[in-house]
């Protein structure tokens, strides 16, 4: 199993928001029903998804949870040429109250807009756990992985405090950060996220995924990147894209 492969597939499940959701037909027996999605990655690395109760997607989950998560550079010109990523996952529904408030907590940062429609029109909130994963990385580069998905080793108290205190005191940083890395400058952007392996900024209703240099596993390893940051004169990487 190519460790760069599991590497790439998990950074482009970062990179990216939202993908095609496909699941076993209810009206149409025997036919896949393929639907976009939004979605963010749980504190497991599990894509985390809020779908209607009355939504076709969700009666199919209801009945068979088997399901695929396709990911795709979106903005790609030849979409053979770049990376795709297509997650065989069983959905589950989350009823766990806690578990609820944490994936809210979590899923409206990256969507506020969410908040609004989620307790207004009976939406729920369901994790894809992983199966398998199919990665193709180019022509040629094609890959079953098994282990792509890494927990985030901030995620709960420890983000969400990182994040607010980023927002709060240190919004020159985060606009050298879209500067450095050739983000759009359209709005303000706002910190959303924050992994072992980067952070996500959210810039109008655009999500966006920046690495760092190196893995971090402490929040004082995440300050240091970030103060790195803030005074270099060029991103140290070529792999900000947007999510």
Request: charge should be negative.
């Amino acid at each position: 199993m190519s460790v760069k492969a599991i590497k790439h597939a998990r950074e482009l499940l970062l990179k990216e928001y939202r993908g095609v959701l496909s699941t076993h037909s209810k009206s149409m027996p025997g036919f896949p029903f393929g639907s976009v999605v939004p979605y963010c990655l749980d504190a497991q690395g599990n894509p985390l998804i809020l779908i209607s109760r009355i939504a076709q997607h969700t009666h199919n989950l209801q009945r068979d949870p088997k399901c695929s998560l396709l990911v795709g550079e979106r903005e790609a010109k030849d979409v053979q040429a770049v990376g795709r990523l297509t997650v065989l996952a069983e959905a589950q529904k989350i009823t766990d109250p806690m578990a609820v408030e944490a994936a809210a907590e979590r899923y409206y940062r990256y969507f506020p807009e969410s908040s609004s429609y989620h307790s207004a029109h009976d939406f729920d909130f369901w994790v894809l756990t992983p199966v398998r994963h199919r990665y193709i990385g180019g022509f040629g580069a094609i890959h079953w992985l098994d282990d792509v998905t890494l927990a985030n080793p901030f995620a709960g108290k420890a983000e969400a405090s990182m994040i607010e205190h980023m927002n709060s005191d240190h919004a020159k940083a985060i606009a050298h950060y879209v500067e450095l890395a050739g983000l759009p400058q359209t709005a303000p952007a706002q910190m959303v996220g924050i992994d072992g392996e980067g952070m996500h900024l959210r810039i109008g209703q655009g999500v966006y995924w920046l690495p760092f240099a190196a893995s971090c596993n402490t929040p004082t390893q995440v300050r240091e990147a970030l103060v790195f940051l803030a005074h270099a004169d060029r991103w140290p990487t070529n792999t900000a894209a947007e999510a």
